[in-house]
């Protein structure tokens, strides 16, 4: 099986930044697209951004120019680094990823345990 592990979450002010990192583990043979969705209280899960395995990137409106999402792929790891927060950015975060693991090589989502991302003052 595969394990997503998401660390970096916390309690910024408004105009401050974090670093998103999520880690896959197991038997991967592959790994295509990484993602992070957010989903507010109240509100349904929406994507935030992704990456190709590539690297082409795409984001939503409104966390462009803002975050910026980038992978590793030696380490099977996501980052999503978030400047110029805003309180409305407050959600938990949460990466998934579409992996192919070496016993059948079918490409599968995963997704992580989710991290809290709170912007007060």
């Known amino acids: 099986q595969v394990q997503l592990v998401e660390s970096g979450g916390g309690l910024v002010q408004p105009g401050g930044s974090l670093r998103l990192s999520c880690a896959a583990s197991?038997?991967?043979?592959?790994?295509?697209?990484m993602a992070w969705y957010r989903q507010a209280p109240g509100k349904e899960r929406e994507l935030v951004a992704n990456i190709a395995s590539g690297g082409s990137t795409n984001y939503a409106d409104s966390v462009k120019g803002r975050f910026t999402i980038s992978r590793d792929n030696a380490n099977n790891t996501v980052y999503l680094q978030m400047n110029s927060l805003k309180p409305e950015d407050t959600a938990v975060y949460y990466c998934?990823?579409?992996?192919?693991?070496?016993?059948?090589?079918?490409?599968?989502?995963?997704w992580g345990q989710g991290t809290q991302v709170t912007i007060s003052s």
């Open positions: 197991g038997s991967i043979s592959s790994i295509d697209v």
């Open positions: 998934r990823q579409r992996v192919a693991l070496f016993r059948d090589r079918l490409l599968r989502y995963y």
